[in-house]
Nanobody, 124 residues
């Protein structure tokens, strides 16, 4: 059974940084594409970044390009999202997700397993 547990969220002022982590268990992350998604109450879930099983190919939403970096450590079965230059509009619940095989699109409906999420709040 695939289990994903996120951590690292919190409250930060605009311009600050956070690093989110997602620890996976029950499967080998080296066989799965992973993604970070975010959602505010009342809004649809939106893709933030996706990384392929090897960790060599990434895709980002336009809103976060140049500020966020997705990475993974397959040996530790851990996914990361480094967030810099945070803006109030980045405030959301951030969740990680997994999909077996190679995938590059930021479509939440294409991912099979999800974590519970970690809240990020950016104040101006």
């Amino acid at each position: 059974q695939v289990e994903l547990v996120e951590s690292g969220g919190g409250s930060v002022q605009a311009g600050g940084s956070l690093r989110l982590s997602c620890v996976a268990s029950g499967y080998s992350m080296s066989l799965y594409s992973m993604g970070w998604f975010r959602q505010n109450q009342g809004d649809e879930r939106a893709g933030v970044a996706v990384i392929d099983p090897s960790g060599n190919s990434t895709n980002y939403a336009e809103a976060v390009k140049g500020r966020f970096t997705i990475s993974k450590d397959n040996a530790k079965n851990t996914l990361y999202l480094h967030m810099n230059s945070l803006k109030p509009e980045d405030t959301a619940m951030y969740s990680c997700a997994a999909r077996k095989g190679w995938w590059s699109l930021l479509r939440p409906e294409s991912f099979d397993s999800w974590g519970q999420g970690t809240q990020v709040t950016v104040s101006s």
